[in-house]
């Protein structure tokens, strides 16, 4: 019997095969046709300097210099979708951030969607978990788009998921106006409806933050140590916290994610023991650098730490050059057709500034 699993892992067998070059040109060229290319990208096309239809490989989109995530704040997102999309538009806008200003939005087009999916279960074989098993999702839901991960888990890798409240906004919100009282209190809620459902013994995997993953081992140890296997999502995941939550699981599955609203990466097996964590962008929808804090042009040698610099190239969705708020180390994965990025965290680093659950 055929599962929904194997033609996604033949739409990303396709895409790994792909020449970023080629897959450059197409894209662009589909935003920039003069009839059914996105409305944003042809009205900036006057104001560019250059001609984007005469780009002929990846290198070229540094032509078009960062792309200002404050767009994607104040834009309908709409405007960045292909006019040859029919409309009216159907699908779900999903928002990044909001928890440092307001929130950046992006449309999902279906052909968005069944890429995201698609990455996702890779992501899912490549660490080891079992289709068919019992989860509880402890991720941000709402506008967040890491809450599709319910169902993508559900619908397309056969499994029971248990579900939860989490708003990391208003734990952000509780920090930096240092009510950590209330904080404490959101901390210890959260962890609450995660053991009311771990101690029915019934779930095998779980997904969540790092952040919540401590404060879960600090508290619970034994439902840790009960688990077969956890999904860990966000950027701040460094290898002493990779550690803890490896001797916490006894041996459990350990997946990981990276990413956001624009493009994700899926973790790849751990090296060093723990003290490399690499993830691979979702090629060639979403490529990612790791660049010059100071000189965002120049990437970084291997091994080099710089700011992560991250571009979209969906057919529905075209952001070239967007200056991430996190950095990493430059990674070099035998056989892959881009770089990877490893031991990613925030860009500032500050101990007045906890990152609070996400």
């Not at 029919?86 to 052909?111: D, M, V």
């Not at 296997?229 to 699981?249: D, F, H, N, R, S």
């Not at 090296?271 to 660049?291: C, F, K, S, W």
Request: overall charge negative; charged content about 20%; aromatic content about 8%.
């Amino acid at each position: 019997m055929t599962t929904v699993m194997e033609p996604a892992a033949a739409r990303t067998d396709a895409w790994l095969a792909a020449d970023l070059d080629e897959w450059t040109v197409r894209v662009v060229r589909r935003h920039f046709d003069p009839v059914t290319g996105s409305p944003y990208w042809l009205a900036r096309r006057p104001h560019l300097g250059f001609d984007p239809l005469d780009i002929t490989r990846y290198d070229d989109l540094a032509q078009f210099g960062p792309f200002s995530l404050a767009t994607l704040r104040e834009l309908d997102p709409v405007q960045l979708v292909p006019a040859d999309v029919p409309r009216p538009l159907a699908g779900r806008i999903w928002e990044s951030g909001g928890t440092t200003g307001k929130p950046c939005r992006i449309f999902h087009t279906p052909s968005m969607a069944e890429h995201h999916t698609a990455w996702r279960l890779a992501g899912l074989r490549l660490s080891g978990f079992e289709p068919g098993r019992t989860w509880l999702y402890a991720c941000p839901s709402g506008p967040h788009i890491v809450g599709r991960g319910a169902n993508q888990i559900a619908e397309l890798y056969e499994s029971t998921v248990y579900t939860m409240d989490l708003d990391p906004r208003w734990i952000k919100t509780l920090i930096r106006d240092s009510r950590l009282v209330e904080m404490n209190m959101y901390v210890e809620h959260t962890i609450e409806q995660m053991t009311d459902v771990l101690e029915t013994g019934r779930v095998h995997y779980l997904e969540t933050t790092p952040a919540i993953m401590q404060a879960l081992i600090s508290r619970r140890p034994e439902l840790v140590a009960g688990l077969e296997g956890v999904g860990l999502g966000g950027t701040q995941l460094t290898p002493p916290m990779y550690t803890e939550i490896a001797e916490a699981l006894q041996g459990g599955v350990i997946g990981m994610t990276y990413g956001n609203t624009f493009g994700c990466a899926m973790g790849l097996p751990v090296e060093r023991d723990g003290a490399i964590l690499p993830y691979l962008p979702n090629y060639p929808q979403v490529t990612m650098a790791v660049v010059d804090k100071e000189d965002p042009r120049r990437t970084v040698g291997y091994g080099e730490t710089g700011r992560v610099r991250l571009t979209v190239l969906h057919d529905d969705l075209f952001l070239p050059n967007i200056m991430e708020r996190d950095q990493a180390v430059r990674h070099q994965v035998e056989g892959w057709p881009c770089d990877a990025v490893a031991n990613v965290r925030p860009l500032q680093i500050s101990s007045a500034a906890p990152e609070g659950l996400y």
